[in-house]
């Protein structure tokens, strides 16, 4: 394993790399730009880096659901999830133009583009949107031609020598995004944790109704409840959860246990201490 080795979505620019260099002020860290949420993961796995980092909720948009079904490949087989960050994101639009309305399409991150909807069809309504998979690579598209655009940040825009032509173009102002830090363990108990869980239901009526009732009874606060289709089975889901508090804490380790005589499978993605977004 690279000891102090950080490998984050890339390339530099991304607000990935933000929460990467706000986490290693006072860690040794080197951070490591990795172009793509599979190789991040792989990375980890292959012990390449020692931790990564990606998104995986937005709350304007979502889930990243590439993240959430790498976890669902991954998690809990060599690679757990040991942090979070809340990270407050504000796009802008980026361009060697200097006015919108010279621009003919507008290059982002699915995610980015479409935090940006609203700001889009009202502004740009003729420009047509254009993915990529990094506002990073979004800047590099926009500085290479006329009558392009890009949804980044304010760095990403230093870093390509874009104007910023748009400035907190988001449909909602409090517009925040969650990273997880992966490694090969997850973290100690602090106090103040979260667990992720992936759970597989029996296909029998009040499966999950059952299932959620364990947590209640152990007077568990569930956090997060999301399904995702198992692969190439149409009709039947696996479904991620987050609980406050650490899996070696005692409610929790007893709910699991009950959980695991009532799921069809069950596996722990990681315990980790819970970011307010207040820091």
């Known amino acids: 394993m690279k000891k102090g080795l950080l490998g984050y979505l890339g390339p530099a620019g991304t607000f990935t790399e933000e929460v990467a260099m ?7 860290l080197l951070l490591k730009p990795i172009s793509g949420l599979e190789q991040v993961v792989s990375a980890v796995l ?23 079904d790498l976890l669902a490949e991954v998690g809990g087989n060599g690679v757990m999830i040991r942090g979070e960050f809340l990270y407050p994101v504000c796009h802008y639009l980026l361009s060697r133009e200097k006015e919108p309305a010279k621009i003919k399409e507008v290059y982002s991150h699915p995610q980015a583009l479409a935090q940006c909807r609203a700001y889009l069809s009202r502004e740009l309504p003729e420009a047509l949107p254009m993915h990529t998979a990094s506002t990073s690579e979004a800047a590099l598209m926009a500085a290479g031609g006329a009558g392009r655009a890009a949804i980044g940040s304010r760095r990403v825009a230093a870093l390509y020598g874009l104007q910023v032509i748009g400035e907190n173009i988001q449909d909602q102002p409090n517009n925040m995004t969650r990273f997880l830090l992966l490694g090969r363990e997850d973290s100690p108990a602090t106090g103040g944790d979260k667990t992720s869980l992936l759970l597989g239901l029996h296909d029998r009526p009040g499966s999950l109704y059952r299932l959620l009732g364990i947590f209640a009874r152990f007077g568990l606060n569930l956090t997060k409840i999301e399904s995702r289709p198992l692969r190439g089975e149409l009709g039947k889901y696996k479904f991620f959860l987050d609980v406050e508090g650490h899996r070696l804490d005692p409610g929790v380790r007893n709910a699991l246990e009950e959980v695991q005589k009532e799921a069809l499978f069950i596996k722990v993605l990681g315990s980790y201490p819970k970011d307010s977004g207040q820091s």
């Not at 706000?22 to 040794?28: A, F, L, Q």
């Open 22 to 28: 706000k986490y290693s002020v006072g860690r040794n």
């Open 46 to 68: 292959k012990e390449e880096v020692e931790e990564g980092l990606l998104p995986v909720e937005n709350s304007l948009e979502g889930s990243v659901n590439l993240t959430l």
